[in-house]
């Protein structure tokens, strides 16, 4: 449901305000990414190509190249 819904972009959009404020760019957020505890609250996972958000870090690629954007997959 649209309720459902708002919950859930709730959920991560908390999640990626913590990863923001930590200076960390997770890099990799894609559906399979994200898990639901036993109250149903989204949660972010697999933190494997984490990197401190600095512009060397961006300069890269990493994460699942079908989840990037166009700008990134012309380079």
Same mark, same amino acid.
């Given at each position: 449901? %649209?309720? %459902? &819904? $708002?919950?859930? #972009? $709730?959920? /991560? &959009?908390?999640? /990626?305000?913590?990863?923001?404020?930590?200076? +960390? =760019?997770? $890099?990799?957020? @894609? !559906?399979?990414?994200? +898990?639901?505890? %036993? *109250?149903?609250?989204?949660?972010? *996972?697999?933190?494997? =190509? =984490? #990197?401190? /958000?600095?512009?060397? #870090? +961006? @300069?890269? =690629? @990493?994460?699942?190249?079908?989840?990037? #954007? !166009? %700008?990134i997959i012309k380079k």
């Amino acid at each position: 449901t %649209e309720q %459902e &819904l $708002r919950k859930i #972009s $709730r959920d /991560l &959009l908390k999640g /990626l305000q913590a990863i923001f404020m930590n200076q +960390l =760019v997770h $890099r990799d957020i @894609k !559906p399979q990414n994200i +898990l639901f505890d %036993e *109250c149903n609250n989204a949660k972010m *996972c697999d933190f494997g =190509v =984490v #990197s401190q /958000l600095d512009e060397d #870090s +961006l @300069k890269d =690629v @990493k994460g699942t190249l079908m989840f990037h #954007s !166009p %700008e990134i997959i012309k380079k």
